[in-house]
């Protein structure tokens, strides 16, 4: 399998490659020139853009669009197919989204892996990429992802949030940590996410569980960890949202 050292020195329109990171990897704010995507394979990724933060686990990915901000987080290793895409191909999306990585998807970018990226395979090749791209731009998005607000008096409570996901304070008291009453909090909270305050949480406590469910923890201890009050709360939160138990991300069954 082709892996990122093994690029070839001429980039064609889509290039890819499989990847690791170990556990504990960071990589600071980044952009590049061309769209990536990055499709899980084992382990769970968090990805933060200027606008969200997202969550890979196994068989999501991201499209990141050309010169858009990004950041990495991985808790557990991770491993994963990467593909570099030239900015001129039409269609692309115009933001970044998390989607499911369905077959076909999935054996088109098997197919861009293996690409020899010469003369004689140019016209192939050529088809494949257009059809990835088009297949890309019809998935809908995945409910991984949670909008940052840009009100930096929001912006700080959200990240007391996303970096302590059980903390348990009420509206009331985070409003008052922003510099806002309730009701102002609440509408500017909406007008700047687009969601209501509790669900936006439960969307990051969700995106932390599946991080926690990456590296093997106990789904017990993550139910805690995340905030709620029991893990038979946690499980059908979390199975209303994804339509599968913790279990089927977790290599841990406990």
């Not at 004689?120 to 940052?148: F, H, K, W």
């Not at 509206?171 to 510099?179: I, S």
């Not at 590296?215 to 939160?237: H, K, Q």
């Amino acid at each position: 399998m082709k892996r990122s050292t093994d690029l070839p020195s001429v980039i064609g329109p889509v290039v890819g490659a499989i990847d690791h990171y170990p556990a504990g990897h960071a990589e600071a704010l980044r952009s590049h020139e061309r769209a990536q995507v990055v499709h899980a394979l084992t382990g769970v990724m968090s990805v933060t853009t200027e606008a969200a933060s997202h969550v890979l686990p196994p068989h999501r990915a991201i499209w990141l669009p050309a010169g858009a901000p990004y950041e990495i987080f991985c808790r557990g290793p991770v491993t994963f197919n990467w593909l570099s895409v030239d900015p001129v191909l039409p269609d692309g999306p115009m933001e970044p989204r998390v989607f499911d990585v369905p077959l076909l998807v999935r054996a088109l970018i098997q197919e861009v892996l293996a690409f020899d990226h010469d003369a004689a395979s140019e016209a192939r090749e050529g088809q494949i990429v257009r059809l990835l791209i088009d297949e890309i731009a019809r998935m809908p998005a995945t409910p991984l992802s949670a909008p940052m607000p840009g009100d930096r008096r929001l912006r700080r409570v959200c990240d007391v949030i996303v970096g302590d996901p059980a903390d348990q304070r009420d509206l009331d008291a985070l409003a008052k940590e922003a510099g806002m009453g309730r009701r102002t909090f609440t509408r500017a909270f909406r007008a700047e996410t687009g969601m209501a305050f509790a669900t936006w949480r439960q969307q990051i406590r969700l995106m932390a569980a599946l991080s926690m469910l990456g590296e093997g923890r106990p789904i017990t201890a993550i139910a805690y960890d995340v905030g709620y009050e029991s893990p038979s709360s946690f499980t059908a939160m979390f199975h209303r949202v994804l339509g599968v138990p913790p279990s089927h991300y977790g290599r841990s069954r406990a």
